[in-house]
Nanobody, 120 residues
Framework: QVQLVESGGDLVQAGGSLRLSCASS????????MGWYRQTPAKQRELVAQ???????NYADSVKGRFTISRDNAKNTVFLEMNSLKPEDTGVYYC??????????????WGQGTQVTVSS
C-alpha cells in the first residue's frame, strides 16, 4: 500500500505563503485524483483543492485565486501553493489519493496531515 506523507505546514502571519507537499512512497500515476483537505475542530474535513490525472483542477470557493494545486508524477509528489493566507485557512491539511482497484471499487489513501496555522 502506498504511503502519503505531507510536509510544509507551519505558523505564518496573515498575508503570507506556504507550500505544502504530499510525497508518495510509490508512483502517484495510479491515482485518478489527488486532493488536499482541511480539518478544524469546528468543521468536518473539507475539500480544499483536487487535481485529476489529466491535470484538471477543482478548488473550494474560499481558496480560489489564492491556492494552486499541482502534481509532479516524476517526483511522485503533489503540491499545494498557498498565498495570501488568512486566519480561516488554519487547520490540519490532509492529502488524499483516489484510485480504483481491480474490482472496479473506488479506494482512498490518506496521509497523516500537516498543521497550518495563520496568525492575524
Amino acid at each position: 500500500q502506498v504511503q502519503l506523507v505531507e510536509s510544509g505546514g507551519d505558523l505564518v502571519q496573515a498575508g503570507g505563503s506556504l507550500r505544502l507537499s504530499c510525497a508518495s512512497s510509490g508512483s502517484i500515476s495510479p491515482f485518478n485524483t489527488m486532493g488536499w483537505y482541511r480539518q478544524t475542530p469546528a468543521k468536518q474535513r473539507e475539500l480544499v483543492a483536487q487535481i485529476t490525472s489529466g491535470g484538471s483542477t477543482n478548488y473550494a470557493d474560499s481558496v480560489k485565486g489564492r491556492f494552486t494545486i499541482s502534481r509532479d508524477n516524476a517526483k511522485n509528489t503533489v503540491f499545494l501553493e498557498m498565498n495570501s493566507l488568512k486566519p480561516e485557512d488554519t487547520g490540519v491539511y490532509y492529502c488524499k489519493g483516489e484510485w480504483t482497484d481491480w474490482l472496479g471499487l473506488k479506494r482512498d489513501d490518506w496521509g497523516q496531515g500537516t498543521q497550518v496555522t495563520v496568525s492575524s
